[in-house]
């Protein structure tokens, strides 16, 4: 069964809105990644309540924390970063979402990924701990500039921590941007991975996001295969 769901602090800043216009569009999940301007993991537990509370008077549930876990250059401290994971996982648990976005740690220009390849993956096992400990699951997003930004390096980090509390959420678009046909190019070998699906697409000539299937992201192709293979997970819709 393909669930749909969606960030929600792309509607509005403000969170009842949010859950308004999810509701109101039929959603019954949303991912959460920022409320009244500020970011999921720097609110404080009040506000984190009220959100529960207005969540619940919607009929929503919260698929995925939209962290910044991992969005920090490979070369800065990483013990404050991951005191930051352990709340995290805190706020899924509060949330009773099942997933937390996470990246694996930019690399500064003109890096070679290969250089950082220990750190980082000892890094994404420092976080895999943590969930394992919370008993939620990590997605590895393939955000642009970071070490994981194509498939070949995606395949890295999610075989070498191995654990099957990390798993890898699929962006087209950002693979486009970084210059990769996401199909053609990746589908095949991190389809076993996947459990998370970015509805999201981009134009290979020069980065821009546009509707999917509009651009070079292969969406229909990738869909068509995901119904062929049973995928069984979230698809979540965003624009940034």
């Known amino acids: 069964m393909w669930t749909l769901s969606g960030f929600s602090d792309e509607i509005s800043p403000d969170f009842t809105e949010q859950c308004v216009v999810a509701a109101g569009l039929g959603l019954r999940y949303v991912e959460i990644r920022s409320a009244w301007d500020v970011n999921i993991l720097d609110l404080e537990p009040e506000r984190l309540a009220r959100m529960r509370e207005i969540l619940a008077a919607h009929g929503l549930r919260v698929s995925s924390i939209g962290s910044p876990i991992g969005k920090i250059f490979v070369d800065e401290d990483f013990p404050a970063h991951l005191d930051r994971m352990r709340h ?30 220990d ?21 590895h997003e393939n955000e642009k500039g970071i070490y994981g930004d194509v498939p070949a390096r995606c395949l890295d980090v999610v075989r070498s921590v191995g654990s099957p509390h990390l798993r890898l959420a699929w962006d087209p678009a950002n693979f486009v941007q970084v210059g ?49 293979d049973g995928f069984d997970g979230f698809f979540s819709s965003n624009r940034t």
């Open 88 to 117: 995290a996982a805190e706020v899924a648990r509060f949330f009773d979402a099942p997933y937390i976005r996470v990246f694996s740690f930019f690399l500064r220009p003109g890096a070679d990924p290969a250089a950082h390849r």
């Open 119 to 139: 750190e980082v993956i000892d890094r994404m096992r420092a976080l895999t701990r943590v969930a394992e400990n919370a008993d939620v699951t990590l997605l």
């Open 180 to 228: 990769v046909r996401p199909h053609t190019e990746g589908y095949a070998a991190l389809r076993e991975h996947l459990a998370y699906v970015q509805i999201k697409d981009a134009l290979a000539a020069d980065g821009t996001v546009v509707p999917a299937g509009q651009g070079d992201g292969e969406v229909a192709r990738t869909i068509r295969a995901l119904r062929h």
